[in-house]
DNA sequence: CGCAGTTTTGAGACTGATCAATGCCTGTGG
DNA sequence: CCACAGGCATTGATCAGTCTCAAAACTGCG
């Protein structure tokens, strides 16, 4: 019972949900009493993932539910030869899991970026949510819808934006997501990515990535040093990548 | 009262819930007796949109939501330059405007590609909905994480697939959903698409896709006159697509 | 210092885009 | 019954963007 080891999955919560991180940000909108306690009894440990382990994997069948407490992963899927496609980024306040529970087996993997701290729910009790809090369902429906419409952007920029385009959008996206969770300090975020990532995110060739975030950097756009990345000139991304930028009422996460 | 106008949103249901032409489908679930009642009093009106008109526009605040009963559409974006994006093809039993739940103005447009029908439900019981029928509201989420697994296998497909594969693999798609449905006669189905929805649908310029589709043809792959789609090599296909064929159990529905 | 992973660069090949016609149906009006 | 228009499908020629291959230059780290 003592001397727990510390293991990647341990018993012992590090980060107790009524200190939750998250809601402690200005994105997320906050809990009532009696939800933050279902929730509380419903995590029943945090995962620690360390720097490019596989958090999940297609194919699984997962029994599990997770939140994203801290750190970066990807989602992506492969074809049977080995050309892999980054889906979308995953940050803190993203839940992950919910398509296993309509599909008998994961149809995508999630990979680490970044050390990832997630919390872990059990599948079977998903139903106790949605019996007890019709609230929180709701907020997860709104997840849901919320993916669906990253996705959805993704899929136009992967269909019908240039390369260029498609890097400047992919750039903005990360970037205001990233300073939406106040990881960005002024124009500038870390990102632990590679340029193999964004190729794979883009539907690119590594190399082709490489020369057109060259041609971003040269004409002044952005800049991009070893896992920073800086906005130099927000208007003229916002310009070329044609983004659009929607409003969001305050964030419900789990 | 009487000689009731044959408008496009009547207030008569031609269609009653309890009779409802979806699930006498074997791929979709039944409904518990009370379920059914609180679906028939959710559902406002029927609306019957014809083939080429706009059911839901981009930017629109919507105040509905829609189940399609009959008929195809498809979800699409379009960049401020008019270049187009197909999401997905929407089929009877998809569910339509979850998004607006989320997000303010619609960020996507939906258009009918033949006549379609649609059950209206007020979007502000949807609540209702959550609170007092929580296994409707797992449907939903259901719903929605099916939707973003159509879009992660398109997004697969946009950015690793070749030209030849992509559309394999839409035709595949296609085949299979329409099948699903009963609407397959065989190894045949009437697509009411264009190669233009095609190559939007693809992220190609029409010129290709015909010339693409042309050549799938030549092979003796498939088969493909005047809006009707014929698999001549299933195997053939699937082998080109590397499609993954994947098991669902039996599918909820609103 | 040397290695392994990453980034950068150049050259050439190829996929898919664009432009420009032409052909093919189907429905409409004379 | 024919002429014609409009929407789609088809084809050829040329062009551009992106890929592949190959090699070199960097970077962080043990």
Redesign the pocket.
Known sequence: MNNIPHSTQGAVFQTPCAHCPLRAMQTFRGFAPEELDFVRRLKIAELHAVAGSTVLLEGDTVTHLYTVLAGWGFRYKTLSDGRRQILNFVLPGDFIGLQSSCMAEMRHSVEALSDVTLCVFPRERLWELYRDHPHLAMDLTWLAARQEVLLDDNLLSLGRR???ERLAYLILHLYLRAKELGLAVGDEVALPL???HLADAL??????T??T??RLTRSELVHWR?GRLRILDFDALVALARYEIGEQPPRPFI
Do not use: D, E, I
Request: hydrophobic residues 30%; positive net charge; aromatic residues 0%.
């Open positions: 240039t390369a260029r590679t340029q193999q539907g690119l060739s590594l190399v082709h490489n020369k975030l060259k070893g």
